[in-house]
């Protein structure tokens, strides 16, 4: 069992910075690729961004590319998503989630077991 906490969330402007935080507790955080998901209103949850358990390894949602850039810090039991150049359209509950370690990167919400609560993100035009 893992568990996750995600912070940093908040109001943004378009063309703005925001970074979001995953903190992960419980079982060794470096056994697992890790992923951003989010939702919006009415919406179905998205594939944002996924990192591999080493940190090697990146894939982002053709929304985002260009835009996001994901990382991990497996010594602080941290993942992050720097969200540059915002969007009105990147307003969601953003998700993190733990799937189990793989060469492989997910981009479906099966691929991942375990889900923080979410932080909300709002981009203002």
């Known amino acids: 069992q893992v568990q996750l906490v995600e912070s940093g969330g908040g109001l943004g402007q378009a063309g703005n910075s925001l970074r979001l935080s995953c903190t992960a507790s419980?079982?060794?955080?470096?056994?697992?690729?890790m992923g951003w998901f989010r939702q919006a209103p009415g919406k179905e949850r998205e594939f944002v961004a996924a990192?591999?358990?080493?940190?090697?390894?990146?894939v982002y949602a053709d929304s985002v590319k260009g835009r996001f850039t994901i990382s991990r810090d497996n010594g602080k039991n941290t993942m992050y998503l720097q969200m540059n150049s915002l969007k009105p359209e990147d307003t969601a509950v953003y998700y993190c989630?733990?799937?189990?370690?793989?060469?492989?990167?997910?981009?479906?919400?099966?691929?991942?077991?375990?889900w923080g609560q979410g932080t909300q993100v709002t981009v203002s035009s």
């Open positions: 419980g079982r060794t955080f470096g056994n697992y690729n």
């Open positions: 989630a733990a799937g189990a370690r793989s060469w492989t990167l997910g981009r479906r919400t099966y691929d991942y077991n375990y």
């Open positions: 990192v591999i358990w080493i940190g090697s390894s990146t």
